[in-house]
DNA sequence: GATATGTTTCGGTTAGCGTCGAAGCATGAA
DNA sequence: TTCATGCTTCGACGCTAACCGAAACATATC
């Protein structure tokens, strides 16, 4: 009696406690960390390991690689749909744990992730980039528009023809937001340029990076929805 | 560990192959004997027993003694829709993909779902009237508006006006087209309808609804956009 | 009554999987 | 380089639950 798709494999999947509190925790959107997954669903990180494995071949989750991180988000919005419908059934009040990113607030604000802009800035450049379609998400990769090759060239001036192999755009995950943010050669000479400008300066001994009064009027000029 | 809705325990109930053949099987709506279930799920009736305990336990389905039958159907439409969107799910993620078969067709084209028509005639009933604006979606509900009370009225006789608690419209997304169909009490009684005017009427033993010709001419004469 | 059929309970076996400790990689920092 | 951190692999243990045979229970029919 094969009438339909496979479904107890997935409820099979979602129906283990440990990982239905790990999918529960990335029902928001986030990605997180495989070690915090553990943490949340109360089991080693090796036993989460395993889970996430088995969750990401059974297609219920994407992972990243970023660093020595290994981050974990929901595959798709269906997914988010089916728990949710689970939920439903369940009668129940949702509680989220959440974790709280770094404890500085100007770490989380804007701060320098390698060589580029991160924080809550960077995913509000980002975000304003790709809703004015400078920038554009295909499969796996970021690539720059027309016109948002105009801007850019507008706002880093045109000497900026780097021909290096790095690639242009990167899309690097965010641990404070978990957003994503701009990377690669555009992500650091945007840095560079806002500097530059004067709009901000790198705070020592710290990845903090603090505009000034100005510096943030320009940004929030240039990058508010 | 907090425990937030226990979407684990109800998945782990569907996660079984030979609890979710059940489930599949009773997703036609008809109330289905423990013996019938035990051949479908391809398992004793000793271990069918036992798995429609579990099931009544957990809430998924209801049983009614009925002589020296005892009979098991869905507890609720909540139950089918969770069903339908983990249909959609094992569809899509699923590596595996099966190859369409004769069957497969008519089950796209038309079958039940629960209590409503669903598949390929579903989702077009479902557009067409929302292109008509006889639907319409506000945020996460549907609404039957003034020209589609009309229309409804129309199409089922006047008698029809229960005053049920029960939603009047509802979404079902549907796991072979990937997009949304009717369900609620206005599903059920449209699809209850068609089949006393005659235009259809519902294959034994399987979830089909065939179509007769002078019924598919009818319908499309009503919902072709 | 006796008999047939549908369903459940009981006992025991087996297989799968969730779990962790220890060790092995991979990557970033000093 | 050396060290630290995050993650994965491996091996083994233990527990749950799915399964069936046999038998008991329930209900309809003769």
Request: charged letters at 25%; glycine letters at 10%; aromatic letters at 4%.
């Amino acid at each position: 009696m094969k009438d339909g798709p496979d479904i107890a494999r997935i409820a099979a999947l979602i129906g283990d406690p440990a990982r239905a509190n790990m999918l529960t925790a990335l029902m928001d959107g986030r990605a997180l960390t495989a070690t915090e997954l553990s943490q949340i669903a109360g089991v080693t990180p090796q036993t989460a390991s395993a889970h996430l494995a088995r969750l990401g071949q059974g297609g219920l989750i994407r992972q990243r690689k970023q660093g020595r991180h290994r981050y974990a988000e929901l595959a798709s919005p269906e997914v988010a749909g089916v728990l949710e419908a689970l939920m439903g059934l369940a009668t129940t009040s949702g509680h989220l744990r959440r974790r709280p990113g770094p404890r500085d607030a100007q770490l989380r604000r804007a701060r320098v992730c390698y060589d580029h802009l991160a924080g809550e800035m960077g995913t509000q450049m980002f975000d304003t980039m790709l809703a004015r379609g400078h920038l554009f998400r295909r499969e796996d990769e970021i690539v720059l528009t027309e016109p948002g090759s105009d801007f850019t060239r507008d706002f880093l001036g045109p000497e900026t023809q780097t021909r290096s192999r790095a690639p242009l755009c990167r899309e690097c995950l965010d641990w404070s937001d978990r957003r994503s943010h701009l990377a690669g050669r555009l992500g650091r000479a945007m840095l560079a340029r806002m500097i530059a400008l004067g709009w901000a300066r790198r705070a020592e001994g710290s990845r903090v990076i603090r505009f000034t009064p100005d510096g943030e009027r320009q940004f929030q000029a240039l990058f508010s929805s």
